[in-house]
Structures are given as structure tokens and as C-alpha cells.
């Protein structure tokens, strides 16, 4: 490898691009290989579609200081040291992996290895991917793993919101095709990000790690949605419950129950848990935590919409007579990723009932919401939640932290629907003295 490993990053999607920005960042030479010419020319001209803190500004810097630059052309990837695969991995509906793009890249990426490169794959794959669907892609160019080129597994572990700072910090998982290629990407992954490093024996330890990261946060995350649906019974705050239950030392931490909501969205924890139960099924193994997971998940916006028309069937207001104002769209807070999101779930069961129901959310594009609720965004949140009869504050961006709820031109009685139970005591006590009824999920 050269003194100053130049590196090209196949696939310029949300993992590609905080990588290439991260690793440009750092003095690192970087090219971006996509198939994609409008994107191509977005890139260098220093801007990117995506709305990730921080991300424009670094790869802005990083196009001004030469240190990064994109092309279509796939024969860019000779010239660097080191090669990351960062195409889009989804799965299809019975859970098995959609491979059309990882495919398509390795194919281009064999007609153009050399020898003495390192490729690395970073895309979420089904245990065993690497080794029987990329390796022999790869080597149908002629050369070979181990003797010619090195092969590693790194999974990408990145939070939409916080994917610069993770890539700073979390710790990096590597697992090679053999030890040589595991000691190269780790060396080379540690000093290029100046993280601390974990290898793992085999390429399928490497895999299995994503799986089981997202496999336990969603089922963590159902396990709080339950929680709050029993809460609920009793007439119980499933955030105290949630508090008091964690505050119990287990293993090398503590009990760590994670916080309900209106459902589970984006692209890794609702296909994730999936391909873990269908690479099992596969293999003669029933997994039923997954499917369980993903099946109460599932059902939370439903809850939600719910929850809502419960209300105001118990002010005797018809669903066609009322209004509902939706603020937050994205399937997380402070993003405007609208993947999977569990909000359309929630809008869709509020129509068919007959509710008319607004949309606002200041950081989703508004043709994309049109595409995705069939609605268009209103401008203001002032205007999405006039004479509304129930506020349903569904992502908590930080820019709803201005909104002045006690001026808001809602309807006498509005409910204040928390699908992220996220509200303090404090703020709810406020809510209810200007005149609003709170409702959250679990609380």
C-alpha cells in the first residue's frame, strides 16, 4: 500500500458520501464512483442532496481542497489503494436479499482490479455474501483473492444525524477473507478514521454484527412499544416505568429499555431483522424474534391513528368532521428521510377513517411528501395546524423547539398527540394550562 493510500468509494448514496467526506476530511484522496450523472455533477460541485449535519460543509471542503472528486467513470477505481462498496443492499418482500446493485457493481469493479488493492465491503448483506456472491464476482476478472487482491467485510454502523460523529468514534468492525486481508483493512481503517478497530475471525462474524445490532435495537424498540400499550391499561407513564426498570445493573451495563413510539422506519431496522430470518430459515433455523419484532413495529402507526380517533370519538367529533395536523414526517427526529416512515401509516389509517389531515415538515423535500402521503406540505406549521382538532407531533426536529404553542390557531380542546413520547412532564403540565389534552403513546 502507498505511504498515502488513495481510496475510491463505489456507490455515492448516504453511507458513500459521509465516508468519502469523512475520509477526504483527513487528507485522504478520494474519488466517487456512481452510476448516477446528476448526482456525479451535484458532488463536484461541492453540494449534496442529502440533509446529514455537517455533510455539505465537509464535502464542500473536501472538492475545494482537491482532496475529493466523483465520476461515472468506473475505471477510476484502478488508481486507488483501497475500494469500498457502499450500494444499496434492500430486500425483497419475503425478506431475501435484492442483490441487482451489489451485482451490478462487482461485475464493473472485476473489469478493472489490479493487483495489490484492497476492496472492502461496507453494504448490509446476509451472512456469507462476501465470500459466495462477492468473491467469485470479483475474481471473474481473473485475479484472486489472497494472491492478488485483499477482500474485508466492515459494516457500516452509522445513525442518520449523528453519521460524522460515528465515524469519528464508534468502534470499526472488520473481518477479513483471510488474516492478511483482516491485519490490511484494519490498519489501514484505523489509521485513515483514527478509530479504535475490532477484527473479527471470519468475514461472516464481520456480517453477522450489523445484523445483530439492528436485530436487537428493533426488537428492543418492541418491546417498549408493548410496554406502553400494557401501560396504557393501568393508566401508568411508560417513561417512568422505563426509567425505574433501567436503573438495574446487567452484564457490562444495565438494564436498557429504549423509548416507544409511533413506529419504526428507514432503511436498515425494517429489512435488517428480515434478512437475519430468512438467511436462518435458509439454513434449517426458525427465528421467531425477528418476525415478532418487526410484526409489533408494524402495527404502531395503526395504534397511533388509534389512539386519535379514540379521542375524538370521545368528544363526540366525527372523523369527517375533524381535522388533524401532522408535524414530522421523517421516520427519525432531525432528518428528512422519509424511508419506511412510519408516519404514512398513521396519515393513511387517518383518511380512511375520514379525517382530513395536514402534512408539515420543514426538512422533507415537498415533492418527495407528495409522492410518498399523496398530500402536499403545508408552508408553515401555523398553517398546517389551524382549527386543527389534534396536533400529532410525530418526528421532534429541533426546529419545533421555537414553536409557540400557546399563539397556535388550533381548535378549543385540541389533543396534542406525543407519537414519540418524548415530552416532558414539565412541558405537558405547560401544553394542558394553555388549554390542549395530551395524549402519548404509553402515556
Request: charged letters at 20%; one cysteine or more; proline letters at 5%.
Amino acid at each position: 500500500m502507498a505511504e498515502q493510500p488513495t481510496v475510491a468509494v463505489v456507490g455515492m448514496g448516504y453511507v458513500g458520501s459521509c465516508l468519502a467526506a469523512a475520509l477526504a476530511g483527513r487528507g485522504v484522496p478520494v474519488v466517487g464512483i456512481d452510476t448516477d450523472a446528476v448526482l456525479v455533477d451535484t458532488l463536484n460541485a461541492g453540494s449534496t442532496p442529502l440533509k446529514e449535519p455537517g455533510l455539505a460543509e465537509l464535502l464542500a471542503a473536501g472538492v475545494r481542497s482537491g482532496l475529493l472528486r466523483a465520476t461515472t467513470d468506473p475505471s477510476a477505481v484502478t488508481d486507488a489503494d483501497v475500494v469500498f462498496l457502499t450500494v444499496a443492499t434492500p430486500v425483497r418482500p419475503d425478506g431475501s436479499l435484492a442483490d441487482e446493485y451489489l451485482r451490478a457493481a462487482c461485475i464493473s469493479l472485476a473489469e478493472v482490479l489490479r493487483r495489490g488493492q484492497l476492496v472492502v465491503l461496507k453494504s448490509t448483506v446476509p451472512p456469507g455474501t462476501t465470500r459466495t456472491l462477492v468473491r467469485p464476482l470479483l475474481e471473474a476478472g481473473g485475479l484472486r483473492v489472497g494472491a492478488d487482491f485483499a477482500l474485508a467485510f466492515a459494516p457500516e454502523r452509522l445513525a442518520e444525524g449523528t453519521a460524522l460523529s460515528d465515524l469519528r468514534a464508534l468502534p470499526i468492525v472488520i473481518g477479513g477473507f483471510d488474516p492478511a486481508s483482516t491485519r490490511r483493512a484494519a490498519a489501514f481503517l484505523h489509521h485513515a478514521l483514527g478509530t479504535e478497530v475490532l477484527p473479527q475471525d471470519s468475514l461472516e462474524a464481520a456480517e453477522i454484527v450489523k445484523l445483530a445490532d439492528n436485530w436487537w435495537i428493533d426488537l428492543n424498540i418492541a418491546l417498549a412499544n408493548e410496554l406502553a400499550m400494557f401501560c396504557d391499561l393501568f393508566d401508568v407513564d411508560v417513561l417512568d416505568v422505563i426509567s425505574a426498570a433501567n436503573s438495574i445493573p446487567k452484564g457490562n451495563g444495565r438494564v436498557n429499555i429504549l423509548r416507544p413510539s409511533v413506529g419504526v422506519g428507514g432503511s436498515c431496522l425494517t429489512k435488517d431483522p428480515w434478512m437475519v430470518w430468512r438467511t436462518a430459515r435458509q439454513n434449517g433455523l426458525e427465528i421467531r424474534t425477528a418476525g415478532v419484532g418487526r410484526d409489533v413495529n408494524d402495527r404502531m402507526p395503526s395504534y397511533t391513528a388509534r389512539l386519535i380517533l379514540d379521542d375524538l370519538d370521545a368528544r363526540g367529533t366525527a372523523p369527517s368532521e375533524a381535522t388533524v395536523a401532522v408535524l414530522g414526517l421523517a421516520f427519525k427526529n432531525d432528518t428528512g428521510d422519509l424511508r419506511a416512515t412510519p408516519t404514512r401509516g398513521v396519515v393513511t389509517a387517518l383518511r380512511d377513517a375520514g379525517v382530513h389531515v395536514r402534512i408539515h415538515d420543514p426538512l422533507v423535500d415537498p415533492a418527495h411528501a407528495r409522492d410518498t402521503f399523496g398530500l402536499p406540505l403545508t408552508a408553515t406549521v401555523e398553517e398546517a395546524v389551524r382549527d386543527a382538532n389534534c396536533v400529532a407531533l410525530l418526528a421532534v426536529h429541533r426546529e419545533f423547539d421555537s414553536v409557540d404553542f400557546a399563539r397556535l390557531p388550533v381548535a378549543d380542546s385540541c389533543l396534542l398527540l406525543d407519537g414519540r413520547a418524548y415530552l416532558s412532564k414539565e412541558r405537558i403540565a405547560m401544553l394542558q394550562r394553555l388549554g390542549y389534552r395530551y395524549r402519548g403513546v404509553g402515556r
